[in-house]
């Protein structure tokens, strides 16, 4: 799909729904300065539910330019966006090129940029897990060392820059994810039924889907057990990856007639917004609910179920805790964290809301030079 292009205008190029919950903050910080912008979704997860429909419940405008990448080799993924997206840029020669976070398809589209010479600004610079099974860590730390503005969350992050020697310039500017709480939280309260379908009042919010979880039999088996055996009703929302794993591993059967769990498909966002308002304790393997769980809005303790995090704020914080995978580190951290209730800080380490109105500050005043 395409519309009226003008010329020198920002890219915002997103291809993933965590990417487009934090870049909608900067597509209406663009729009309340009547700047104008190109908006491109790449691909990466392209059907309607995940994309188009998820772009208009958040209210976001249509994308100026849409593609259907149909291949999950990361490999071949990465190289259809990168051809897809240097297509895009080349025919409008855009000012600056922004991308916001670590997946294959912001890898492609900064290399796309890169190669016809033209800036790339990464949203949410800076972050690093060192742990390199993850490719996530390969992304992000690739990214950054092509980009010429680096938007860094937190003050951890552009110490992380500063010490790769990167050559492009760091601003820190807090994190997107609270202003997109902010903007999006009242929205999903209006919409969202999800609490007339648990079965519990009081519960632990899980998502777990991220390869060296669930694609390790003994990590998954300590899961399951975990789970069942919580001192806290579960909400589980499966991912379709780990229902897989776990139908594999004939555990779902023993999860789903546990009286302690209740299993949900993948919640759409509006629905896990409400979820975690109103759960007790968050257990997850995911990045951005370690960010979101700080905002003032829902302000939960959170249980990293990895080895490690990208996220060290919220550990340090207060909200988080990395409690690896074994079923007896876990449930211990559980007791812990239900003491902490109303321990916890008033203020995210992630920012007062404005990251995307100081990042597009930042590319005015930066252009205007």
């Not at 968050?282 to 829902?298: F, M, R, V, W, Y």
């Not at 203020?347 to 500050?361: F, H, M, N, R």
Request: glycine share 6%; proline share 6%; with cysteine.
């Amino acid at each position: 799909m395409e519309g009226t292009i003008l010329p020198n205008e920002y890219m915002v190029i997103v291809g993933t729904r965590p990417e487009i919950v934090k870049m909608a903050p900067i597509v209406r910080a663009l729009e309340e300065r009547s700047l104008p912008y190109i908006f491109v979704h790449c691909g990466q997860h392209y059907d309607y539910n995940m994309s188009q429909q998820f772009i208009e419940e958040l209210e976001l405008p249509a994308p100026t330019y849409g593609f259907k990448v149909r291949v999950y080799s990361p490999g071949l993924q990465t190289g259809r966006i990168l051809a897809l997206t240097e297509r895009v840029i080349k025919k409008t020669r855009p000012k600056t090129v922004l991308v916001e976070g670590d997946t294959n398809g912001v890898l492609a589209a900064a290399l796309a940029a890169v190669k016809l010479n033209v800036p790339v600004g990464h949203v949410e610079a800076g972050l690093r897990s060192f742990d390199l099974r993850m490719p996530e860590e390969h992304n992000r730390r690739l990214v950054d060392h092509i980009s010429t503005h680096l938007f860094a969350p937190t003050e951890n992050s552009r110490k992380n820059l500063k010490r790769e020697s990167v050559w492009g310039k760091i601003h820190v500017t807090g994190n997107t994810v609270i202003d997109a709480i902010i903007q999006h939280l009242p929205m999903a309260e209006r919409k969202s039924n999800i609490i007339n379908e648990l079965r519990f009042k009081h519960f632990a919010l899980v998502t777990a889907h991220r390869a060296e979880n669930v694609d390790d039999p003994v990590v998954l088996q300590n899961f399951v057990e975990t789970f069942t055996e919580a001192p806290l009703p579960v909400v589980y929302s499966v991912h379709p990856r780990t229902r897989k794993r776990l139908r594999q591993q004939r555990l779902w059967r023993k999860l789903s007639s546990s009286s302690n769990v209740q299993l949900l498909p993948p919640l759409g966002y509006f629905d896990f917004l409400v979820a975690m308002k109103n759960c007790e304790l968050l257990l997850t393997d995911s990045g951005g609910i370690q960010e979101e769980a700080t905002a003032p809005q829902i302000r939960k303790p959170v249980l990293v179920i990895r080895l490690s995090t990208e996220r060290p704020e919220a550990v340090e914080a207060g909200f988080a805790s990395v409690v690896g995978v074994q079923k007896e580190s876990v449930l211990a951290a559980m007791e812990n964290a239900l003491k902490l209730k109303g321990k916890l800080p008033r203020t995210s380490p992630y920012g007062d809301g404005k990251a995307g109105k100081k990042i597009v500050e930042i590319l005015t005043k930066e252009d205007s030079r």
